[in-house]
């Protein structure tokens, strides 16, 4: 089992941008699915986006379509999320995530889970 660490979360403007990072460790990372959740306060965990061990994006979340970039490098063992043009909106604790099985992961079951990042966007 791999284990994640996410960083890179702040507090930032409205249209301000943020990169945030998941390093995994463990066995076979290359091998893994993963992805970003976040969860806003008093709100369900939704999937902003997974990428699959082949580099192929998926994102999830339309409010996000366009604004967010996520990128894995498999030679640093590290997930990233690119967020640009950030809103109010986008407020809440941004998880990493990762399973060798696609489906649990974009079923936000995955087996490996992070402890989480705070992204704070106000003016």
């Known amino acids: 089992q791999v284990q994640l660490v996410e960083s890179g979360g702040d507090s930032v403007q409205p249209g301000g941008s943020l990169r945030l990072s998941c390093v995994a460790s463990?066995?076979?990372?290359?091998?893994?699915?993963m992805g970003w959740f976040r969860q806003a306060p008093g709100k369900e965990r939704e999937r902003v986006g997974c990428?699959?061990?082949?580099?192929?994006?998926?994102v999830h979340a339309d409010s996000v379509k366009g604004r967010f970039t996520i990128s894995r490098d498999n030679a640093k063992n590290t997930l990233y999320l690119q967020m640009n043009s950030l809103k109010s909106e986008d407020t809440g604790t941004y998880y990493c995530?990762?399973?060798?099985?696609?489906?649990?992961?974009?079923?936000?079951?995955?087996?490996?889970w992070g402890r989480g990042t705070q992204v704070t966007v106000s003016s």
């Open positions: 995530a990762a399973d060798q099985d696609w489906m649990r992961l974009v079923r936000q079951q995955a087996r490996a």
């Open positions: 463990g066995y076979y990372v290359s091998t893994y699915n």
């Open positions: 990428i699959n061990t082949y580099g192929i994006t998926t």
